[in-house]
Structure formats: C-alpha cells, structure tokens
C-alpha cells in the first residue's frame, strides 16, 4: 500500500455546510429528530412502545450507587433488548456533531445530565452494560455471538469521542476507557482470556476512534485483535454455544456463521455476506486497521469485498443488503427491487466504508458511491416532515402486494412514525449532522474535494491557513465554484472529483483556462494559488437513461432515470396507477424544472412515455399482438423523497 | 340454471384411454408410482421418512379388536401428522381407477387385505380416524378447523367409491356409510350437534359421490349442510377455538378465516381467497350441490369463482395458488413466476372443479382450463421416471437465488424423491389413472367431447349403444378422428370442444363437407348417425406466442410460446446459463419435431433468438446504449417435461 496516498478527512469542526440541500436534512435532524428521540428515550412519546433506553441506564446507576434515586420503580426489571444503551449512543453522537454546527446550551445541558446518569451506571471495574448490570453481571461476556455487549461499547465509544470533539468534555469518554481496559482484561489473546469478538460489529472501528482520540496502542492493538480474531478456527462462536447453550437463529441459511461474517478469517473474505449492516461495520473497521498497520492482505480483502458490493450486489440507490432474511446480502448480480432489504443502516455503513477507502487511496469510485448513497439511499430513509422513517428502501412498491403476499411483508408503502425503529433515524441523524466531515481530505501535498455541498472549510496547507469555500446549487445544477482564501500565495496540490456519473465538464481558473491532470477521476491542479482563486467545475447534468449490468435477472429490458448523482422514480401520485405498464419508448424527452415548492425543493423531471392500455377482454392470457400504448406525460421525483404525499405506487426501474 | 345443459360424465369403466401420450403417464402411476407408495405407506422404503399410514390403521385396529395381532409393537403411538388415513385412501382410489383399465388380481388382493385392516380399525359407533383412536377418542370433533377428521373421511369416500367401481366390492364402503351416520349424529343443524365443518374440504364432494353411489337423501343433505353452514356468523372456528383452546396459525394472515375459505358464507365468496388446494375441493363440492339441489346462489358464486381464479389468478400452466405462505391465493394478477407455489394438489383440484362445471354448462372455457392444467401444470408435477415429484411447479428458476434468497426457499429445482411429500404424488396417480372420465359427458340429447386422447368409449344414447372411438396424436398433432360404431342409424346432437387455442379448424364428415353450429365453443352436429361415420377435425397447430394481461406485472415485456395446449419453456440444459438475458426478437421463426427419444417423446421447437452479450467492464451501472447480442438457437421443450435432466435454470416467460 502506498502510504503517500494517505489524507486524513478535515474535522468536522473546521466546516460550516451552507448548502440549500443538505440544510433542510440537517435542520430536520436537529428540530424534529434529536428531540423527538430524546423523549422517545426517555419513554415519553404518547402511542408508542417505550424506549426503555434511559430508564435502563437509571436502574443500572441505581444498582450501582444505591443512594441515587432517579425515580425507576424498582420492581420494574431491564426494559427493551439486549441493546438499548446503543440507542442513546446514536442520539449523543449525533447531538455531537450538531453541536458542532450550532451551538446550543439547553441541548448541552441536557446531554451532559444524560452523561452523567450513564456514568453513574458503571460498575467498579469499568463495565459498563445495561443489560448485564440490570439483569446479572455473572452472565456477561457469555454470548458475545447475540447480545452485543461490545457494539453497544462501540457506540457509546462513538458519542462519547464526537462529544468530546464538540466540547471538550471528556467525562463519558474516561468512563468507556475505563470499559475498555475491563473488556481487554477478559477478551483477547492471552491465555486465560476469552478468545472472542461481538456477533454484532461495531467495535472495531469504534477502538480505532479511540485510539485517534486516547494516541494509546492498546485501543489500537485491541481493535485489531477483533480484526484478526474473528472466524479464525475453531470458530469461537460454535465455542461459545456449546460452552453456554446460546442459540443458533440461522440453522436454515446458507450463510451460517458468515451471517455475523464469522464463518472464516476476514482476511479470506472476498464476498460480502450475511447481515449487510454489520457486514460493512466491520470492513470499515478492517479498513482502518488496514491503513493504520500497513497491513496489505486485510487492505486487499476490503478491496475485494468493495468490489463486490459495488460491482455486484449494490442498488442503484446505494443501498444494499437484498434479503429480509438475516437483513443480508445474497449473491452477485441478484438484486430484486420489490423484495429488497436494503436498510438504512446497511447504505449508511456503506457510506462509512467509503469514506474510510477514499482516506487511503483517493480513488473517485469511492466517493461515487458515497455521493450515490447520500443522495438516494440513506435519506430516503427520512420523510420530508422528519418524523418519519424508512427502515427498508424499496425500488418498487405496489400497496396491494405489501397486503395481500407474505414475500413483501417487511417492505412498508409509507415512512413509520420513527419510534417503530430505533436504529435507522438515529444513524441517519449522525450521519447527516456529520456530513461535513465527509467534503473534504487532505495530505501533505494536496487537499482533496470529495463532495460539493456548498460550505466553508478551513484547513492548515504548506503551513499556510487556507479557507476553501463552495458555491453551489449542487445536485440540482452542476455548476460549483470553488474560492480559496489565503493570507498568502502557496504552492499546494488540488484534487477535485469528477464524478463517475459526469461525461462532460469545463474546469476554469478565474474565468480562464488551466491545466490539469487527472488521476483515478480527480481534476488534479498543482500551482501557487493565489487568494480568491476560484475555480468553476461545470459538470453537464443531462438526465441520463441507465441501464443495469445484464446479468441483473430483475432489471433486463428496463432503464432506471438519473440527473447528476440523483435517482429518479415514478409515483402514483404524479403518475396514476399501474406504473408497471409504462414503457420509456424511443429516446424520450426530458424536460428538468426546479421546483421550490414541490417536495421541499427538488429539480422534477418530465418526459413523454407510453402505458399500454387495458385489454377489452377479461382474459389472463391471448396470442401476442402488438400492444396498444396511450401517450402519456411523466413526472418524475427524486428516489429519495418519494411516500411524502398520498400512498400508492413507486417504481424505479421502468421498462424502455 | 338450465338443467337441460346438465350432462353426465361417462364413467370410467365404460372407456379405455389408448392414447400415446397419457398411457405413457398411465402406466408410470401403475409400474412405479403405485407399488412404490404401498411399501411407503407400510414404513418399507429404505431412507425414507415412516409414512405410518397403515401401520396407524393397524395400531387402531389393534386397539378396537384386541384378539389382532398385525404385529405394531404396542410401546409405538400414533405416528406422523394427523392426516395420514387419506395418505392411504388417495392410493386406494388410483388402485381403483387403475384396475378399471387394468385387471390385476395381485394388486386387489392387497387392496382387499388393506381393507380388512382399515374396517378392523372401525369402532363400534361407526368412528373411524386413526388419529383419534389411537390418541384418545375423547377429543375427537374439538378441532375441526386443524386436524382434517372430515377431511380423511372424504378421501376415504371416494377411495371407497371408486373400489366399488372398479370391483363391485361394497366393505370399506359400507364401513364409511356407518362412519359418516356417525358423524351425522354428531355434527349438523339440530340442536345438540356441534355446528361445524372442516377446515380442510374433501367431504363435500366425497359425499356427493356417496350420495351418487348410495342415492341416500341423507348423504346429500349432510354435503349440503356443510357448503351451507361454512363461514355463517357465528363462525363455529372461532367458536371452537374459544372452547378448546385451539391454535390459530394465521394471526399475522390478511386472509385470517378465508384461509380455510370459512370467513364468511360460501355464497358470498366471489374472490378465490386462501389455500389454493382446499379452495378448490369447496368450490368442487359447491358446483356439485348447486346442480344437484338447483340452487342458482350457489351456481353464481361457483361461476365468480372460476372467473375470478381463470381470469385474474391462474398460471399459464394451469397451475394456482402463488404465495408459499399459507400454500394460498393472493390477489388479482398478481403472477410471480419464481416466488410461486403453484402446487400440483391445487391444479389437480382446479381440474376436478372444471369437470364440475362443465357438467353443468358445456362452456369450453372449462375444458380449456382443464386441458391446459392437463397438459402443463398436473403433470409437469412428475418426473418421466415416475419416482420423483414437484409440489410447487414453478415458471422460472434459478438455482443460485434458490440456495442463497430465502423467498425462494420452498422451489425446488429438481423433483424430490415421492416419499418426501405425501400428498401431491397419490393425487397425481389418482387424476391420471381416472383421465378417461374426463373425456365425454352426455345428456339426453347431446354428447359432447371435451378432450382428445385415443380412447375408445361406449354410450347409451337414444336408446342405442355407441361407441366413439377417437384417433389422433394429440397433442403434438392437431388431427383428431373421431368414429362412430353402431348397430343402426341413430340420430343424435354430437358435439365437440372447439380448443380456445385454435385459431383455424377444419371439419369434415368421412372426408366430406359437414354443417354444424358452434355454441360456447363446441361444434355441434344434429343428424342421424350412420355406422363407421368418421368426423375429422383439424386444428392447426401453429407455433404461438401468447402475451399476458397488462395487468400481469411480473410479465410485462414477456411472451410464453404455445402449440396446441402444451405451454413451452428454456431450459439451461438445451440454451445454456443467464436464460434471462435471451430476448425472443421480432418474428422468431419456430420449427416444430416431434422427437420419440427425446424427453420420453415430445415435439420439440427450435427458433431463432437473441442473448444479450456481458458487457466488457465488471460494473453494475452504465448509460443506456444499444445492448449486444448475440444470435443464438433455442431449443424449447414441453414445460411439464423440465428438470429431468441435469438441474439448471428454466424460464417459461421470456423477454420479447
């Protein structure tokens, strides 16, 4: 591996995103869904099933210091699963990072008392679970395989360092290093220790986190134990069962243990498989131990799992994970739209994974996706009102199958209220409130522009302060300047991506010509730049018809509709019903108009089409005649915010 | 109705089936699919799972006579599943049906010996289910709704019935008389019998049977009890479960009670809803009371019905029931081809109710249907070897998706071993060893022939007797000859189906001109009939490519090819992996050969057709371009002759 290539992502803290399009997301996640969540949290929400998550962070301090009294009825034992403290790790992370942007004392002061309630709940040698502690400690680390001990650590791990980030308070943090150095006395290598690694993965990226933080080696060192651990033989799993009678939920699969990829050691896995979520948890988690040890043969299996994500098991969306069965992934080239898993959460890990192999090699593919995903598939997950909420993201839905076939049960026609998940709407509040940490890269020779929201970044260059600001309409229109502000002239490298989905582009310095070059799809300028350079990147954003690999069995004979890096669908709303029966006909007319009151402001398209008319007779079946098409006008919205408006039909994939 | 309509089917004795094609079928049921069940049924076959059948007869015989001995150790309980009697009854009936066109003194002999057993197991009140006599008589008719009492007494009726057809011989027949006074004393309208019916239909029909064999009212009026009483409010299921606690299964159903189709009366049920197989045995036993009481309600629910499953819910195989869960129906065009259960039970059972029907009416939709789940989507339920079996008859695998996608869980791709699934291969013998009652039906006016196998049958008409003798190698040509024998001159209507497949006819009188009318797509033929009269009719028999209902989803952009009423499919074996990518193209041009060693004798198709070429690059997305592909020769076979070769993928539907 070519350690040169190496940037580093610019904090979150040195970027204000001012973009018109992402604020709207980020001021949902900030007025409806942080709030929202924190009653939720605290078992506050009218109509819905509580939380627990709180509560049982409460009755663990209780425990713990018996003269606490938070007011937990205590004849009321652990409420929820096994993994409600994650839950509240999400929200702090993602009020974190909000923090960060927005400055906000209440919202401070409500964390920080949070805070102290979970501190409260650890046990003297540091543990630091809910479940063990409110339900018997001689259990822990007893099935690591199902009860996500060490992903709820990692969760919390995360929160904790992005709240640290926001403010300096390092209260959470000291605890869950104290929770650390508990789990690393009794799992690891050593004689004596258990020889085991969480069935939910989440940890390891989280330890890496911590090391970057903490600079201590064994945060590192553990993390990669987890790394290497993991599906070596015997398989610690089948261990852990016959040790202590757990459960087995995947007898039937095909995958087995590679549903928690446990089934062979990571570094032999070259296809993604098992529950998608977890999947890319633990590349990202391979990659950055990959980067920060040089090690080459975890780097090439990312490599190959990457690979085969994106090349062949990944939506057009950016989602992934194509089965409700074990929320997995299935197998190359099988990608049904209607049937489809493709969870929030798993399109999210997707994005972390990215953001992780564009830090090693800045290759535009990387960033393709994580734009891809960013703009389609993770916020579809979130309604226009941001309080509701996609779990699953379907590329095809037809309300009377969602009722009448068992096969389409897990797939909803309308955003739940999003107390009816607990995982998704907090990972897309910390993602979103996090974006900006995804813009920007940097080394010592060049600094790298990923993705185009209009923000302002500072970063340190050649020694030199230098304030890089985007202008933009992004990803409605394509053009996006790019102005630098510099005490001085410096001599440094740009890089900025062209995105794999531009095929012509105009690149100016100033309103002049200038020279590049490109490498792996990033306009490279080396120069002395000057303060108030501005570059304009015009990338041509024709709508594209797009079609899928052949091998896709579901998508042969159809094209799916793209602007830029947005998908587009068709809705009955807009469209009628019966979608299916459209047919794009030869080289349809597209026309693109922004439309700010339409859906929160979004570039709708429209075209002609054909939908074949019904037959006169009431019959299943006739002898092939040439069908009878009406002409009709299409409206098409981007994928992501669909199910905003009446419920009914959506399709993606049309047929040409 | 119109009872001069009404016909009777020619009974079975009174023709003999010669016809290449199904005595190919006939004689497989007799060397192989009989003899084998009978070890099965008596726990002989190596490697198989126990059948218990018989040995659940001897157990209770054992029980009701203890001066027996058959040899059951007495530690051993009832064993399998509650419904293991009709295992037996539906093999008893093919026995029957087989000894009618085949004496074999040897096989009546073990048929007789079996119902020594069976009515040794009778109690004396009449009672005969094993299940209960050997669990515990107490709790006998507390679950009607589960555990398929009536159910095994109706495919002991018309095992019984057809073995005093076939044989003269009235014991176990007579047994089932004093079983079902027994359960007449139990179960009916009066005061102080329970209000029940049977979650699984059978015994309406079966007691039609009786009823046409015993011509006792009461056997009648207790079928009629049944059909009338099924889905009344209070629904007696509920009721049952309330007082005996019994398990509800489809809680989290949309079709809740319709699953047993007992949501509401049967004469408000214009929907097919529910299990497909018991589905079809209802209606079956509703057609059969509707004509034998007049009861027209009844009729126009039975006729919305079968235009409700033919015109919105039925495979172009013939085959129904689309959804694995709850082996049911799901809803109006809703057709998935590889996500199908399209169980050989609920064809078989669509056949029985088209028989019905066209009793009633001689419409030729009916024996259209029936002919085209004859032809396709019964049979393709065995395999030419006669030993292995489908349950679900798909339209389209692909192995991969089969091992590794969990909505695909229950298509096997190739067919099991028989002893795997007891119920689709006894039905399947059962069917096919009756065929030739399906073939005639007559009235005082009319004869009518409603399929085309060589056979040679006689009839009473106008007070003569005649035989129809019928010649033709349909299905693979179109020719059929049909020849009158006669002692003299008798004048009568003939008339024959007039298939909804063809599109052009010829029609002669031994060679000549001919007049005739067509009436619901039978032509009829009003003259006095001479001896050796010979009618010919043509049905040309083109290559056809039929498309289905615009409202079909899953097939849109699709065509099927057809000859006569064979439906044909791709098979890996013949035209290689990725079928999906192959596209029909404009005007495909077929050539037809009929091949005797190949598939056990079929006309195999043989067209041009186009493959679309793998793209260069190892992505999944690209813009639209004008796709590549290759011209290739495809080699289609009869759909119901698929996987008796090396496994692989088979499509029925392919791109246009």
């Known amino acids: 591996m070519d350690k040169s290539k190496f940037t580093t992502h610019i904090p979150l803290k040195n970027i204000r995103i001012d973009d018109v399009f992402w604020r709207s997301f980020m001021e949902r996640v900030r007025t409806q869904v942080l709030p929202y969540q924190w009653e939720a949290l605290n078992d506050r929400v009218p109509d819905a099933a509580p939380s627990y998550a709180m509560r049982n962070f409460k009755l663990a301090a209780e425990k713990t210091h018996p003269e606490l009294d938070y007011g937990v009825d205590p004849a009321v034992g652990h409420g929820g699963p096994v993994f409600t403290d994650n839950d509240y790790a999400k929200w702090l992370e993602a009020v974190a990072y909000t923090l960060i942007w927005r400055r906000d004392e209440e919202l401070e002061k409500t964390a920080d008392a949070s805070i102290e309630i979970v501190c409260n709940a650890q046990q003297p040698d540091g543990y630091l679970n809910t479940y063990y502690i409110n339900t018997g400690l001689g259990k822990r680390f007893t099935n690591l395989m199902s009860n996500h001990e060490l992903y709820c650590l990692g969760h919390l791990i995360e929160g904790a360092a992005a709240y640290y980030e926001a403010t300096g308070k390092r209260k959470l943090l000291d605890a869950l290093i104290r929770y650390v150095d508990c789990v690393d006395r009794h799992i690891g290598p050593e004689e004596g220790k258990l020889h085991g690694y969480c069935g939910c993965e989440m940890i390891e990226l989280a330890l890496v986190k911590l090391y970057q933080v903490t600079g201590d080696e064994k945060h590192l060192r553990l993390s990669k134990y987890f790394i290497d651990q993991r599906g070596r033989p015997p398989l610690y799993f089948e261990e852990e069962m016959k040790l202590n009678g757990n459960a087995f939920d995947w007898k039937d699969s095909y995958f087995q243990m590679q549903y928690y990829q446990a089934g062979k050691p990571v570094r032999d896995q070259h296809i993604a498989e098992g529950h998608a979520v977890r999947a890319v948890y633990l590349y990202s988690g391979m990659a950055d131990i990959a980067k920060l040890t040089g090690d080459d043969k975890l780097l090439r299996a990312c490599n190959d799992l990457w690979d085969n994500i994106v090349n062949r098991q990944m939506y057009i969306t950016g989602s992934i994970g194509q089965s409700a069965y074990g929320e997995a992934f299935t197998f190359d080239y099988d990608l049904p739209n209607d049937t489809v898993y493709a969870e929030t959460c798993a399109a999210i890990g997707l994005a972390f ?56 049960k897990h797939v909803d026609v309308q955003r739940q209220k999003w107390f009816g998940c607990a995982c998704c709407p907090p990972n897309l509040a910390r993602i979103v409130s996090s974006l900006g940490s995804y813009v920007h890269s940097l080394n010592d020779n060049t600094l790298y522009t990923h993705l185009f929201p209009a923000s302002e970044a500072s970063v340190s260059l050649a020694g030199q302060e230098v304030k890089i600001k985007i202008d933009t309409k992004y990803p409605w229109e394509g053009r996006v300047d790019i102005t630098f502000t510099l005490a001085a002239k410096t001599l440094f490298r740009y890089g900025i991506r062209l995105p794999g989905w531009c095929r012509q582009y105009h690149i100016l310095l100033n309103g002049g010509d200038i020279s590049y070059t490109i490498e792996n799809n990033y306009l490279l300028i080396n120069r002395d730049w000057d303060n108030g350079d501005t570059l304009t990147l015009d990338l041509e954003m024709p709508v594209t018809l797009i079609e899928a690999n052949p091998k896709v069995r579901q998508n042969t004979g159809k094209a799916a509709v793209m602007r830029g890096p947005v998908v587009y669908c068709l809705e009955e709303a807009d469209n009628g019903k019966e979608l299916f029966k459209i047919r794009l006909g030869d080289n349809p007319d597209f026309a693109c108009r922004y439309e700010a009151d339409f859906l929160g402001g979004v570039a709708a398209l429209y075209s002609s089409g054909k939908k074949q008319r019904n037959w006169d007779e009431d019959t299943l079946y006739q002898p092939l005649a040439d069908g009878v098409y009406d002409e009709v006008k299409l409206r098409w919205i981007p994928y992501y915010a669909w199910a905003n408006r009446t419920p009914g039909e959506m399709i993606l994939w049309v047929h040409k």
């Open 353 to 408: 994974f990215a953001r992780r192999l564009t830090s090693i090699n800045p290759k535009g593919i990387y960033a393709d996706v994580l734009e891809r995903t960013l703009y389609n598939g993770i916020i579809s997950g979130m309604s226009l009102d941001g309080r509701h909420f996609f779990y699953v993201n379907p590329l095809e839905v037809f309300p009377e199958a969602r009722e009448k076939s068992m096969i389409y």
